[in-house]
């Protein structure tokens, strides 16, 4: 499966962004997702996951109750919705596809798409 992360863009803190991740080349409820980011000079870090039909989610604590994932299986897209954004959210966002469900173990995923940017001024 490929995926295209897109949405990012540059926001003051306080506002909201969505992202949304697009695949294409197989089945794509077949693939738990799971968004990722990675500020610079620091490790990638989990985000959210979401399970194959939407049924479970799975939240890092720094985001619970300001970003929701979600999926549209018909349209072939997950997304990140994101509220309340802070400087600290400022990172590469990634989104990572996988047949297992891996939550937040970010070797686990086969598939990874290219990143958008989210900068969150203060």
């Known amino acids: 499966v490929q995926l295209q992360a897109s949405g990012g863009g540059l926001v003051q803190a306080g506002g909201s962004l969505r992202l949304s991740c697009a695949a294409s080349?197989?089945?794509?409820?077949?693939?738990?997702m799971g968004w990722f980011r990675q500020a610079p000079g620091k490790e990638r870090e989990f985000v959210a996951a979401i399970s194959r039909f939407g049924a479970t989610t799975y939240y890092v604590d720094s985001v619970k109750g300001r970003f929701t994932i979600s999926r549209d299986n018909a349209k072939n897209t997950a997304y990140l919705q994101m509220y309340s954004l802070k400087p600290e959210d400022t990172a590469v966002y990634y989104c990572?596809?996988?047949?297992?469900?891996?939550?937040?173990?970010?070797?686990?995923?086969?598939?990874w798409g290219q990143g958008t940017q989210v900068t969150v001024s203060s």
């Open positions: 990572a596809a996988d047949t297992d469900w891996n939550a937040d173990y970010y070797r686990g995923y086969d598939y």
């Open positions: 080349g197989r089945t794509f409820s077949r693939y738990n």
